[in-house]
């Protein structure tokens, strides 16, 4: 029996595997952004503002880092040439 382009042995597949891994990296940073941004609150240091402004402008970035990356993955890119 010859193997098929998704078994694991022949390589095949592993763009799409990949895709996906990055996919869920990135969204795993933006949850950490919103978690990092809502801390203050949650945890109860909103009034140490030097640390809460931290958190908020960290948080921030990475969600909108993340997020750029997600969005700009999802767009048809042509091929790069050399």
Do not use: C, H, K, N
């Amino acid at each position: 029996m010859r193997p098929g382009p998704g078994d694991p042995d022949t390589g095949g597949g592993s763009a799409a595997r990949s895709a996906q891994t990055f996919r869920i990296v990135e969204y795993a940073v933006m949850l950490l952004g919103v978690v990092l941004f809502l801390s203050p609150w949650v945890l109860g240091f909103a009034g140490l503002a030097s640390i809460a402004w931290t958190a908020w402008i960290i948080g921030v970035l990475l969600v909108v880092l993340a997020g750029s990356e997600v969005l700009g993955a999802t767009e048809q890119r042509p091929p790069a040439t050399a």
